[in-house]
């Protein structure tokens, strides 16, 4: 029924847009279409729906309609129709990974419970036969075995809390460190997997790097799911690993596992980065605190240095220049490539204003 009110409200829309440009009476067309946008607009639509229906697919052809109104509302609403499917799939395979560890915990809690229920029918039959033992006994005897049962009854309660507040305690640190496959969202592509298992095992990090004061609020991030959610938007953004995006990949994994860099993912597990940030984030804003303060005093010095309008004193003697023969320059160090790599200094001649770089 929805789909048939669906593939109605579209074709509304269709026949509307295309009397917008054929008819002579083109702007009553063009508001009768928006007015039918806005109703398709409130159609409740998921995956489904679109699914069968295939109206997300037809509607991308009025994305280039003359009318400048009409591609604009097509572009909205699909937009629109993206986040909304975007959102019902990852909360779907979230929901699927959280039901197989539930199903692992209550499976696990299952087995206990059958065994204390052995224990406990095996403990009520040794009752039974003192009980009835007991009765043959003088009234005297009898006290004194029922005060040696209540002892044991008491000492029975304080074992059979001992297990459950035992199992209790097990039960969260299981659940806080699961296996990778049991959690991990897979995507049937090796490429996409492994760069999410690198993304994991950064994030995974980060509890044992925060501080004290932190350290609460790192536990209630989930590094699987974060993994997941960086590697979805980079795969929408920058497509398969592989070709000039290569790059793009390898320079923001490089930097999340960077042990000279606990900042950055830091950053991005908590939310502090979303996603969608990284796609253009360049490789100075990925830089850590320490090294950001030091690209910032480089820049200042240099500014420093073009504002005053005069030559620069030479710092050091070491470097010979290779133009005017002079061993008078000044230089300074970066890292420009990966963390086991020497920096890169760079030189420069004071006399002859000559350049070189070496590693």
Not at 84 to 103: C, D, F, W
Not at 120 to 132: P, V
Not at 235 to 257: D, E, V
Request: proline residues 3%.
């Amino acid at each position: 029924m929805m789909e048939k009110e669906l593939i109605r409200l579209y074709e509304a829309v269709k026949k509307a847009a295309d009397a917008a440009t054929t008819s002579t009476a083109g702007e009553v067309e063009e508001n009768r279409c928006l007015d039918a946008f806005k109703l398709l607009k409130k159609f409740p639509v998921n995956y489904q729906i679109l699914a069968s229906t295939q109206v997300g697919k037809h509607l991308r052809v009025l994305t280039k309609h003359p009318k400048k109104k009409i591609r604009a509302f097509a572009v909205d609403l699909l937009d629109i129709w993206k986040a909304k499917i975007t959102k019902e799939i990852s909360k779907s395979k979230e929901e699927k990974v959280y039901q197989k560890v539930s199903e692992a915990e209550n499976t696990k809690r299952n087995r206990t419970s059958s065994s204390q229920n052995g224990k406990t029918k095996a403990e009520k039959t040794d009752r039974n036969i003192e009980t009835s033992t007991s009765e043959n006994i003088k009234e005297k005897d009898c006290n004194v075995v029922t005060g040696e049962k209540t002892v044991s009854v008491a000492n029975m309660a304080k074992d059979e809390k001992k297990q459950v507040s035992g199992i209790l305690n097990e039960a969260p640190s299981s659940l806080a460190a699961p296996s990778k496959k049991e959690t991990m969202i897979k995507t049937n592509d090796e490429r996409r997997d492994k760069i999410r298992e690198i993304l994991h095992e950064a994030f995974s990090r980060v509890s044992g790097e925060a501080d004290e004061a932190i350290k609460d609020q790192v536990k209630t991030c989930d590094p699987v799911r974060v993994s997941v959610a960086v590697e979805s938007v980079l795969f929408q953004n920058w497509g398969h690993f592989n070709g000039a995006q290569k790059i793009k990949y390898r320079s923001l994994m490089f930097n999340l596992k960077d042990p000279k860099n606990p900042d950055f993912r830091r950053r991005v597990l908590l939310g502090e980065y979303s996603p969608e940030r990284l796609v253009d984030m360049k490789t100075a804003e990925m830089a850590s605190d320490k090294r950001k303060k030091e690209n910032e005093t480089i820049k200042r010095k240099a500014l420093f240095d073009c504002e005053r309008g005069q030559k620069p004193k030479a710092t050091t003697d070491q470097f010979k220049c290779g133009k005017c023969g002079k061993r008078e320059s000044i230089f300074h160090q970066m890292q420009t490539r990966s963390a086991d790599e020497p920096m890169t200094t760079y030189v420069t001649c004071v006399s002859c204003n000559h350049h070189w770089k070496f590693c």
